[in-house]
């Protein structure tokens, strides 16, 4: 492939088909942001807690902590339904609704409890429960995340393959180096395993920046000698610039989309084998400590 010589006289691809459309829903740049914040409010509310709290405000054992506890466990146990609704086939077509309801309550529960602790590990059975409790919820986040890499929103229709490679295919490419072709050869292969994933994803962020500043640069250049054989002047070379600009960012945008996307199904994969384990490592700390606290 190579820049054709009318590439900035092309006018504007015509609409994209319904697969690029759907492809554009994956990776949303607001969940990164989300993943980020949300173990840092965490790590936020447990520090000021360590710093402020005191008895006189409220203890674990009565009152307030402990209906903070109970809420909190209530929550999670139903976060922990949206795992047995995946089992049951009548209950299927729920699963859009219920999932919403398991980020809720995966979210909030954990919050609850964290207040509930008083910001302190306390009892052995208190401490299992507490640090299972904050794995469960950071995992949950890291889930979070990738689910949205490969579904299109909370729905729960995972995108397909065949769906990302045709939106590749239908945005045509226009554009063509050296480096660019051979960095998109890398990235549209289909890794093998956790290592290969990561690899990938590590590849895309140390070369993604150069090869588009590369990129950029040869471009330029051939608009340049493109003006000179055609006689542009300098406001009809300035709007073809901005327009190829336009489009290169379009097109690394969505090889984004799809070279991370084999990668991100991996890891989702990964996570679902060590998150039910902690699900249920959960599950056995929080009933050990409730009987624990109500026996003793």
Same mark, same amino acid.
């Given at each position: ?50 710093? #402020? ?7 674990? +054992? ?16 139903? !976060?922990? =339904? ?25 979210? =909030? ?19 299992? !429960?507490? =640090? ?9 986040? @890291? ?5 949205? *890499? @490969? #579904? ?5 229709? *995972?995108?397909?393959? $065949? ?9 045509? #490419?226009?554009?063509?180096?050296? +480096? ?5 050869? $890398?990235?549209?292969? %289909? ?6 994933? %990561? ?20 471009? *330029? ?5 493109? !003006? ?7 406001? %009809? ?18 090889? *984004?989309? =799809? ?38």
């Amino acid at each position: 492939m190579s820049i054709p010589n009318a590439i900035a006289d092309k006018p504007a691809a015509a609409a994209p088909p319904a697969a690029k459309v759907s492809v554009e829903k994956l990776a949303r740049r607001g969940e990164l942001s989300l993943a980020l914040a949300l173990p840092l409010l965490f790590a936020a509310v447990f520090f000021y807690g360590r710093m #402020h709290w005191n008895e006189r405000i409220y203890t674990a +054992q009565e009152g307030l902590g402990y209906f903070l506890g109970l809420a909190g466990g209530i929550m999670i146990l139903l !976060a922990l =339904v949206y795992a047995f609704t995946k089992r049951v086939a009548f209950l299927r077509p729920l699963l859009r609704y219920m999932l919403r309801i398991h980020i809720f309550f995966g979210v =909030v529960g954990p919050f609850l409890i964290l207040l509930h602790s008083t910001f302190h590990i306390g009892s052995l059975n208190g401490g299992i !429960a507490l =640090v299972s409790m904050t794995l469960v919820f950071l995992s949950g986040v @890291i889930g979070r995340y990738l689910y949205s *890499k @490969i #579904h299109f929103g909370l729905d729960g229709r *995972k995108a397909q393959v $065949r769906e990302v490679i045709a939106a590749w295919d239908a945005a045509g #490419h226009d554009f063509s180096t050296p +480096q660019l072709d051979s960095f998109q050869r $890398r990235m549209l292969s %289909t890794p093998g395993d956790v290592v290969q994933a %990561t690899l990938r994803v590590l590849l895309y962020v140390a070369r993604s920046g150069w090869v588009a500043w590369h990129t950029r640069r040869e471009l *330029k250049q051939r608009l340049r000698a493109q !003006a000179q054989r055609e006689g542009w002047d300098a406001p %009809t070379l300035s709007a073809h610039w901005r327009d190829s600009k336009r489009r290169l960012r379009m097109h690394f945008a969505l090889l *984004k989309k =799809v070279a991370l996307f084999s990668a991100y199904e991996r890891f989702f994969a990964f996570w679902l084998h060590a998150h039910v384990p902690l699900l249920y490592l959960l599950l056995l700390s929080g009933i050990v400590h409730v009987f624990a606290v109500h026996l003793y």
